[in-house]
C-alpha cells in the first residue's frame, strides 16, 4: 500500500516525518464529496419546495424552507472547517489539492443557493395580496424547473467528475438568463396595467431574480468542476443573456 508523508514537529522541536496510509487519506477526501453530495441535496429539495410554496401560496412550506437553510449553513461551515484542517495535516499536492479547493468552493455555492431559496420563501410570506397572475406563475414554475436540472445536472457532474457533463451545464447558462429576461418583462406590463399588481408582481419578480442567480451559483460549480478535473480554468466567456438590465418600462 503506497505512503504518503508529512511533516510535524517532534519533541525535541525537530521536523519528524510521520506516515499515514493512502486509505485515510482518500477516506477524508471522500468525506468531503459525501458532504457536499447532503448539501447539494439539501439545496435541491429547497428550491423545489419555495417555488411549490409560491406558487401555491403555502406559508407552512415556506417557513420549511427558511427553517430548512439551517441545516445547509451548518453543513457548509463543517465543510470549510474539513477542509482547512485536511490542508493543515496533509499537504496536499496536485489533483488531491484541487479536490479539496473544489470541495471548498462548491460547498459556498450550494449555501447561497439555499439562502436564495429561503429568500423565495420569505417572498411568500410577504405576498397578502389577491393571487399573482397565472401566466407569471407558470413562467416562475418553468425557469425552476430549469434551474433544477441545471443543479442535478452539475451535482451528477461533480459526482461522477465528469468534464463533458459540466460544461453541457456551463453552456446552459444563458437558457434561464433568457427566461429571466422574459418574465421580467412580462410581469413589468402587468405591474404597468394593473396598479393592483405592483405589490405581488415585485415580490415574484425579486423571486425569479433569485432562481436567475441560482441559475448563476450552478453555472460556478460546472467551472469548478472542470478546474478539479483538468487543472485549468474554462478559458471561454461565460455565456449570458440577461437584458433585463438594459429593459426600460418604455420598451415594454
Known amino acids: ?47 423545489s419546495d419555495s417555488i411549490q410554496a409560491l406558487t401555491r401560496r403555502d406559508k407552512l412550506l415556506a417557513r420549511e424552507v427558511i427553517d430548512g437553510d439551517e441545516r445547509i449553513d451548518v453543513l457548509e461551515k463543517n465543510v470549510a472547517e474539513d477542509a482547512i484542517l485536511f490542508l493543515a495535516k496533509r499537504h496536499p499536492v496536485a489533483n488531491d489539492l484541487r479536490e479539496v ?47 433544477l436540472v441545471q443543479l442535478k445536472d452539475v451535482l451528477d457532474s461533480y459526482a461522477a467528475r465528469d ?42 419578480l425579486f423571486g425569479a431574480k433569485n432562481i436567475e442567480r441560482i441559475g448563476d451559483h450552478a453555472t460556478n460549480i460546472a467551472e469548478t468542476v472542470y478546474y478539479v478535473v483538468t487543472g485549468s480554468p474554462i478559458k471561454d466567456e461565460r455565456p449570458k443573456r ?11
Not at 449555501?111 to 413562467?139: C, H, M, W, Y
Not at 418583462?185 to 396598479?195: A, C, K, S
Request: with cysteine; glycine share 8%.
Open 101 to 147: 479547493v473544489g470541495a471548498f468552493r462548491i460547498s459556498g455555492d450550494l449555501e447561497r443557493i439555499g439562502d436564495l431559496a429561503k429568500n423565495i420563501g420569505k417572498r411568500v410570506l410577504a405576498i397578502n395580496t389577491n393571487s399573482p397572475p397565472q401566466s407569471v406563475l407558470f413562467g416562475l414554475e418553468h425557469m425552476s424547473e430549469a434551474a
Open 242 to 252: 440577461d437584458a433585463s438590465s438594459y429593459t426600460t418600462l418604455g420598451a415594454v
Open 163 to 204: 468534464v463533458d457533463r459540466a460544461l453541457d451545464v456551463w453552456s446552459r447558462d444563458e437558457q434561464i438568463d433568457s427566461l429571466y429576461t422574459s418574465l421580467f418583462r412580462e410581469i413589468l406590463t402587468y405591474m404597468i396595467e394593473d396598479p393592483r399588481n405592483i405589490t405581488a408582481c415585485t415580490h415574484l
Open 1 to 47: 500500500m503506497r505512503l504518503a508523508h508529512f511533516a510535524l514537529a517532534d519533541g525535541n522541536g525537530t521536523n519528524g516525518l510521520v506516515e499515514h496510509s493512502s486509505s485515510s487519506f482518500a477516506q477524508e477526501l471522500r468525506g468531503l464529496s459525501q458532504k457536499i453530495a447532503t448539501m447539494g441535496g439539501l439545496a435541491e429539495k429547497s428550491l
